[in-house]
């Protein structure tokens, strides 16, 4: 992922909370793999947190004190053990090595690991 | 995950197309990562397709030869470079060691790597 997010100190906890678009680069040896994807869909991105915390298993939701103790799995915290990101984002534009997203909250250099289709009406598949 | 599908060939290709409920087991090491989880709630499993083809980039979608071949990346298939599963399900009862969630269409013994609340509206955050 290319962003203009360097650090995650600058980094909303959510794409909805201000985040800005990104580059999602894809290796040549994968890029057959975004065949039918098109500029305007919303699709699904998961990421890996590289620089998230594996060995946390309960925090405060959004590091405030005032809310109980909760277990990572309730929240969607970076922090966890397989920190796997998931984004709901819209293609804006779907080139031959990448795509570009509307709005995400992952910082430069976040790895990329899956792209999904948000999934349609059951007689639509 | 423990669930009454043995193999790929009985396992339907949503959960809305017929799965059976399915017993989230957890490891002692992780188990305080559920604090917070309770019955009723809707969560996303991420699993691991453990049987799934690592190799492929594109397919006819469902396995239908009458539609055009599209890349893995624009289906929801469990053959992918990273085959992450991803589940919408509602929690039916959280025991000390896991889960019993409502509908998942996984074969048994498909290894879960995270769980993820749905995500509210901003105010709620």
Known sequence: MRSALRALADAPRQADEGAPEAWLEVDAAFAAGLRGLEAGQEILVLTWFHEARRDLLELHPRGDRERPLT????????DRPNPI?????????VADRGLRVDAIEAIDGTPVIDFKPVLSSVADR
């Open 85 to 93: 990101g998931l984004h709901r984002v819209r293609i804006v534009e």
């Open 71 to 78: 277990g990572v799995f309730a929240t969607r915290s970076p």
